[in-house]
């Protein structure tokens, strides 16, 4: 198999590598509950898909009336979800696969997500994902998070690629603005598949409305590489 030009891939993590979305609920669910609020439910936590866990603790804080600063919530979630993170993070089986396709094709890879820097480190390492993806970037790292271009900018500035000969993976909205924004091509897989018709996928170079159900790896590798579009 041969290497593929000067493609690299900047995957999001939460979501779109992995389902730690479960994770962040119940931390969140956890960490709000010891705060006053009992009754956050799934359904309130896919509002907040997609957004750092920086940017959230400080909504929770405004739309809750929260006593606890921003910074005690967030390191509160981080704890927690630490925790789960380690032992009970779900790999999407064809995301590995692609993963493993594009290393055996010697594609540089990186990791650009929302979450903090040890959480990146604990999913990655707990999953065996951190053998093949090296190069991470936290939105702890850059001025802005997502919707902001920041996070990817600076992944394709690690990986020495310009951010035309970058395709970035992602499941919520605003990491697909953000890739956009970024000047790269994105390849949507809605953790929501509600939300697949969010006007914030519309600039998505290739949309699968039904997420990882409809997401395999020889498609996407073929959709990079290949002549023919995704079929």
């Known amino acids: 198999m041969s290497t593929p030009g000067t493609l690299s891939?900047?995957?999001?993590?939460?979501?779109?590598?992995?389902?730690?979305?479960?994770?962040?609920?119940?931390?969140?669910?956890?960490t709000l509950a010891e705060h006053g609020v009992p009754d956050f439910t799934w359904a309130d936590h896919?509002?907040?898909?997609?957004?750092?866990?920086?940017e959230t603790a400080a909504l929770?804080?405004?739309?809750?009336?929260?006593?606890?600063?921003?910074?005690?919530?967030?390191?509160?979630?981080d704890r927690r979800y630490l925790q789960l993170a380690r032992t009970?993070?779900?790999v999407y089986p064809e995301m590995r696969k692609f993963v493993e396709l594009l290393a055996s094709a010697g594609v540089p890879m990186a990791v650009a997500s929302g979450s903090s820097p040890e959480a990146i480190g604990a999913v990655l390492a707990g999953t065996g994902l951190d053998a093949y993806l090296r190069t991470t970037v936290s939105a702890d790292e850059v001025p802005r998070g997502k919707p902001a271009p920041d996070v990817f900018?600076?992944?394709?500035?690690?990986?020495?690629?310009?951010?035309?000969?970058c395709v970035v993976l992602e499941?919520?909205?605003?990491?697909?603005?953000?890739?956009?924004?970024?000047?790269m091509r994105c390849i949507a897989v809605p953790y929501v598949p509600a939300q697949a018709g969010a006007p914030g996928f519309a600039t998505a170079d290739l949309l699968l409305p039904g997420g990882q159900a409809e997401f395999t790896a020889r498609d996407a590798y073929d959709w990079l590489v290949g002549p023919t579009p995704w079929r």
């Open 46 to 54: 896919e509002r907040y898909v997609g957004v750092s866990t920086q």
């Open 171 to 183: 499941d919520a909205v605003p990491g697909a603005a953000a890739a956009h924004a970024a000047g």
């Open 153 to 165: 900018l600076e992944a394709a500035r690690r990986l020495g690629a310009a951010p035309a000969d």
């Open 88 to 90: 009970a993070t779900r």
């Open 9 to 30: 891939v900047i995957f999001d993590l939460d979501g779109t590598l992995v389902d730690s979305e479960p994770n962040y609920y119940e931390a969140g669910r956890q």
């Open 60 to 77: 929770w804080k405004r739309e809750y009336g929260l006593d606890a600063s921003a910074d005690e919530l967030l390191a509160d979630i």
